[in-house]
Each structure stands twice: as structure tokens, then as C-alpha cells.
Nanobody, 120 residues
């Protein structure tokens, strides 16, 4: 299977920055999409940003111009640089990947989540 380990969450003041990282490991043959989702209390989980293996990127409208997603295919990592953070960005952020295992199975995996709190 695939294990996703996230890091980089924490407490930051409005206007500040944080960088989230996620590294994938396991019996991976290839990773297609890598992305970040978030879930605030009482709300549904939502897409923040996603990047395909070829580098095509999708951002939620609420983060365009403030967040930047990047990936390193060789290192199986995906990063999310978050600038100009707002209190409404407060949520648990989850890494997500999909792709093929070495045995040919298609899998979709989630990380354990990392808390991001934006507050003064």
C-alpha cells in the first residue's frame, strides 16, 4: 500500500506563511494526482490544490494567488506553500494521492492530516 506522511502545519498569524510537505512511500509504481484538501470544523472536506504527474494544476478559487503547489516526482513529494494566510484558512489539511501500485492496483490514499490554525 501507500503511506503518506505530512508535515509543516502549525499556528500562524493572519498574513503569515506556512509550507506543508507530504512524502509518499510504499509499493508505488506510479503516482498520478497529488493534492491537498482541507476540512474545517462543521464543513465538508474541500480541494485546496491538485497537481497532475505532468504538472497541470488546479486551485480552489479561495486560494488562487496565495497558495502554490509543487511536486517532485523522483522524491514522491508534494508541497503546498501558503502565503497571506487568513483565519478562514484554518482547517486540517490532508495530503491525497492516486496512482498504481506495483501489483497493478489503482489506489487513492489520504494522509493523517495536519492542523493549520491562522489566528492572532
Amino acid at each position: 500500500q501507500v503511506q503518506l506522511v505530512e508535515s509543516g502545519g502549525g499556528l500562524v498569524q493572519p498574513g503569515g506563511s506556512l509550507r506543508l510537505s507530504c512524502v509518499a512511500s510504499g509499493s508505488i509504481f506510479s503516482i498520478n494526482n497529488m493534492g491537498w484538501y482541507r476540512q474545517a470544523p462543521g464543513k465538508q472536506r474541500e480541494l485546496v490544490a491538485r497537481i497532475t504527474r505532468g504538472g497541470s494544476i488546479t486551485y480552489a478559487d479561495s486560494v488562487k494567488g496565495r497558495f502554490t503547489i509543487s511536486r517532485d516526482n523522483a522524491k514522491k513529494t508534494v508541497n503546498l506553500q501558503m502565503n497571506s494566510l487568513k483565519p478562514e484558512d484554518t482547517a486540517v489539511y490532508y495530503c491525497n494521492t492516486d496512482g498504481f501500485l506495483r501489483d497493478g492496483r489503482w489506489v487513492n490514499n489520504w494522509g493523517q492530516g495536519t492542523q493549520v490554525t491562522v489566528s492572532s
